[in-house]
């Protein structure tokens, strides 16, 4: 059977603005707090490159030990994660405003891609719980427009080639929209064309040529 084409698109920075950063650091001060009545007392492994490893170790400490498995130990992680990482989301929709949050330049470049006969989907390295919960509210509240999305499996550790396989399973993805370099270096390498949105951070524009920053007219122009 043949694959229906789909336009991907990144989660956060793309469709969302970026909130991560907060909830990566609350999730070691709860575990902190959880396990060792301190909320500093992982968070050193914050936004270090082996973060993953400090994880582990709270992990370890909080079932007191005893092995429970890679799997239950990383949807424990991961749904905690994903939880304060969605909570964040819902705080700067009550204090800001939701299209402060949402990105609305995005979600017209999914509805393009809708009414071009293409599929517009999510591929992101967030918790399901998080794509979950930002699908329902871009659809509640904007359109009905995404009714296919991936997101991380909580039972395993962060990886997004994972997520793109999955994703690849079941669709021809024609093009990739995100925010980061190391995104579109991924998605590249699953021989995708990828592009960089235009209201990415500077420092992930460097090295990127301009065109390779999507905008509205481009993207109508490649799916003619």
Not at 20 to 26: D, I, L, Q, R, Y
Not at 64 to 93: H, M, Y
Not at 150 to 174: D, F, H, I, M, T
Request: glycine share 6%.
């Amino acid at each position: 059977m043949e694959k229906k084409k789909a336009v991907g698109f990144d989660l956060d920075g793309t469709l969302i603005k970026v909130v991560w950063p907060e909830a990566h650091k609350k999730w070691y001060e709860h575990f902190g707090v959880l396990n060792k009545g301190d909320k500093e007392a992982y968070s050193k492994w914050a936004f270090k490159e082996d973060w993953y490893e400090g994880v582990k170790i709270a992990m370890n400490d909080f079932y007191r030990g005893v092995d429970v498995g890679p799997k239950a130990i990383n949807k424990t992680a991961r749904s905690f994660f994903g939880a304060l990482n969605l909570q964040k989301i819902t705080e700067l929709i009550k204090e800001k405003g939701l299209w402060d949050v949402l990105i609305k330049e995005s979600l017209e470049m999914a509805k393009l891609v809708k009414e071009k006969g293409y599929e517009p989907i999510i591929i992101s390295n967030q918790p399901e719980i998080v794509v979950d919960g930002v699908t329902y509210l871009i659809n509640k509240n904007y359109e009905e427009i995404f009714t296919n999305y991936y997101g991380s499996l909580e039972s395993e550790e962060p990886n997004k080639k994972r997520v793109w396989k999955r994703a690849l399973k079941e669709w021809e993805v024609v093009l990739y929209l995100a925010d980061t370099k190391k995104d579109i270096e991924i998605a590249r390498e699953q021989g995708i064309n990828a592009f960089l949105v235009p209201w990415a951070e500077n420092k992930e524009k460097e090295g990127i040529g301009e065109e390779r920053i999507i905008s509205i007219d481009k993207l109508e122009e490649i799916l003619k």
